[in-house]
C-alpha cells in the first residue's frame, strides 16, 4: 500500500481543515488505518485511527471531540476533518495503515503497529 496525504495549510486558530490521504492499491478497504502527527522538536504521536470498513474510529484525548476520521473505500481515501484548530494542532501530518486485515480487534494506537506510511502533510496554525 502506498499512502499519500494532502491538505496542509496555513489557517487561523478557530479555522478548519480537511486532510486527504489516497492509497494504493485495491486492498486499501482491507486495513485500518491511523492519523499521527510530529510537531517540531516532538515526537510523532497518534491523533486517531479508524477501522477497515469505518464503523469504528478512537482519537486521542487532545483531539477528540474537534476531530474527525472517515474513509471512503471506493475512492481508496481516507480523511481527518479538523475543527476548531489551535496553535498546539501545528505539526506535520501522517497516515498509516495497520497491516493487519479485516482486523476486529482494539485500534492501533501506537507507531510500531503501522507499517505504511505517506510522506506527511504541514499543517500550520495561527494564533
Known amino acids: 500500500v502506498q499512502l499519500q496525504a494532502s491538505g496542509g495549510g496555513l489557517v487561523q486558530a478557530g479555522g478548519s481543515l480537511r486532510l486527504s490521504c489516497a492509497a494504493s492499491g485495491r486492498t486499501f478497504s482491507m486495513y485500518a488505518m491511523g492519523w499521527f502527527r510530529q510537531a517540531p522538536g516532538k515526537e510523532r504521536e497518534f491523533v486517531g485511527a479508524i477501522n477497515w470498513s469505518g464503523g469504528s474510529t478512537y482519537y486521542a484525548d487532545s483531539v477528540k471531540g474537534r476531530f474527525t476520521i472517515s474513509r471512503d473505500n471506493a475512492k481508496n481515501t481516507v480523511y481527518l476533518q479538523m475543527f476548531s484548530l489551535k496553535p498546539e494542532d501545528t505539526a506535520v501530518y501522517y497516515c498509516?495503515?495497520?497491516?493487519?486485515?479485516?482486523?476486529?480487534?482494539?485500534?492501533?494506537?501506537?507507531?510500531?503497529?503501522?507499517?505504511?506510511w505517506g510522506q506527511g502533510t504541514l499543517v500550520t496554525v495561527s494564533s
Open positions: 498509516a495503515a495497520d497491516p493487519r486485515p479485516f482486523y476486529r480487534g482494539p485500534l492501533a494506537t501506537k507507531l510500531y503497529e503501522y507499517n505504511y
